[in-house]
């Protein structure tokens, strides 16, 4: 079987499964991580804002809408947070909203 047939099979069966979609988007997470990550101060926070951009734009993360959500939470509140005790604070408060079983 020469290259160009299985490509011609192959490819209907990956554009209907979630493969192509999963594909990195390295620009939204540029824009991720320019809106978001370099105007904090604190490195904590602004860690946890990248970890949050790698996971909304990650190749590999087909995330749920909870967890879509909870990350998305976590970018928000990245803005009015300046240290690690309010790091903490509003990461347990968008558990809450986006994760909690109850």
Not at 52 to 69: F, I, K, Q, R, V
Request: charged share 25%; with cysteine.
């Amino acid at each position: 079987m020469n290259i160009k047939k299985l490509i011609t099979l192959a490819f209907p069966l990956l554009a209907s499964s979630n493969v192509l979609a999963s594909i990195p988007d390295e620009k939204s997470y540029d824009q991720c991580v320019s809106q978001y990550v370099y105007p904090i101060e604190d490195k904590a926070v602004a860690r946890e804002a990248k970890h949050a951009c790698s996971e909304l734009h990650d190749s590999y993360s087909l995330l749920g809408d909870d967890d879509t959500n909870y990350y998305q939470c976590i970018l928000d509140g990245s803005a009015t947070v300046n240290n690690v005790i309010a790091l903490r604070e509003m990461k347990k408060s968008c558990e809450q909203k986006y994760r909690s079983l109850w």
